[in-house]
């Protein structure tokens, strides 16, 4: 087992990561993808720190569970590339994900964000950014970190809970890099995913 590379269980109601998960050095691909129709006790809630053990490990695919925190320590996982952690119950990211600084891409819609860490400034190779529907998100001072990611060329903003006017107004303070901005849509429905997810931790 210490020699695997790539790990795919998605859709198959795991509700918890095993501690020894950390113990998979050489593994490159984690894939946990839960699964829309069932109930949250059957979906991912926590990660354990062990999984920051995983110094290898380049694709971390989490979407689509109920996972309400990241570890602090996910800054030591220094060669991922690749982190999509949509579609879950996230409200902040630790400030260490600005160690990460491989990081290519980052999917981060349809969750709770209030705010971005200030260390997302310090991700030096972040070209893809989707924070859509994140509702809570304080989009003016968001922006303003956008505009200091020089290697951003794709960024996905829509569905935040900002005027049409003003996403035009903060637009200017964006990377010249970028090539494909997705601004806020004038729809402000809720995914549906999103909905159950909700009303599940509320009841």
């Known amino acids: 087992m210490e020699s695997l590379q790539v790990l795919k269980l998605d859709k198959n109601h795991i509700a918890a ?3 020894w998960i950390g113990d998979l050095s ?20 926590t990660l354990p720190s062990s999984i920051c053990r995983l110094s290898n490990l380049k694709r971390l695919h989490l979407q689509d569970n109920v996972i309400d925190s990241l570890p602090r ?11 999509n952690v949509q579609d879950n119950l996230l409200t902040t990211l630790p ?15 349809a969750n709770e964000i209030e705010s971005l860490p200030s260390s997302f400034n310090d991700l030096p190779n972040l070209s893809y950014l989707d924070v859509s529907f994140n509702l809570p998100l304080d989009a003016e001072t ?16 829509s569905h ?5 006017k003003k996403v035009k107004e903060l637009s200017d303070q964006l990377p010249e890099t970028l090539v494909r901005f997705v601004p806020s849509a004038k729809s402000r429905k809720v995914p549906p995913q999103q909905r159950r997810r909700r009303q599940n931790r509320d009841e």
């Open 142 to 157: 968001a922006f303003q970190q956008f505009g200091q990611m020089s290697q951003l060329d794709t960024l996905n903003v």
């Open 95 to 109: 400030n260490s994900i600005g160690d990460i600084k491989n990081l290519r891409q980052l999917y981060l819609k």
């Open 26 to 45: 050489n593994l490159e691909v984690l894939s946990m993808e839960g699964d829309f129709l069932v109930p949250p006790k059957l979906k991912i809630s």
């Open 160 to 164: 935040l809970k900002v005027e049409e």
């Open 17 to 19: 990561i095993p501690s």
């Open 73 to 83: 320590c996910i800054g030591d996982m220094d060669q991922l590339r690749y982190l």
